[in-house]
């Protein structure tokens, strides 16, 4: 099974389907299977995509370790519907998570989402999640005695 995304004018992912190999036999006038799937979707283009691809690392399908033929390793990450595609490096970029983030392409191999500021440090009992609203971490603290989380202030 092969793996397809449909790509908007603005470069955003808003399909992702499972369809042929591209070594599958193709119908009469085609020359991939993306070509002939952009025909089903008006004003959209058809890229191919790897389910086994992430941070332009190809993971064994079966292990989920890093696989021995990384030439697998395709188009950066498997698209995801709300992220987009960028043209000129010809890869899938992961969906923003908050409209404060912004890229930053030293994370990984090919970068990330990364919030405006630096994550917290924290305890053994802490944890801490992004909070649009003041974009800034809130950090929680576990009560052992209630067993909930509670927000630290």
Excluded at 51 to 58: K, P
Excluded at 62 to 74: H, L, R, V, Y
């Amino acid at each position: 099974m092969a793996h397809y995304a449909f790509i908007n004018q603005d470069n955003e992912v808003v399909e992702v389907i499972t369809g042929k190999n591209e070594d599958e036999q193709l119908p009469n006038g085609f020359t991939s299977w993306a070509e002939y799937y952009q025909t089903k979707r008006d004003n959209l283009t058809c890229l191919q995509t790897s389910y086994n691809t992430y941070d332009n690392v190809h993971y064994d399908q079966n292990t989920g370790e890093p696989s021995e033929d990384q030439t697998k390793a395709f188009r950066g990450n498997y698209a995801a519907i709300g992220g987009t595609y960028d043209a000129t490096n010809d890869i899938f970029l992961p969906p923003k998570p908050h409209d404060s983030f912004v890229w930053d392409s030293t994370i990984g191999n090919l970068g990330n989402w990364k919030a405006p500021i630096d994550e917290p440090t924290v305890t053994e009992n802490q944890t801490f999640i992004w909070n649009e609203d003041n974009t800034n971490w809130d950090i929680y603290e576990f009560n052992t005695n209630l067993e909930i989380w509670e927000l630290v202030e």
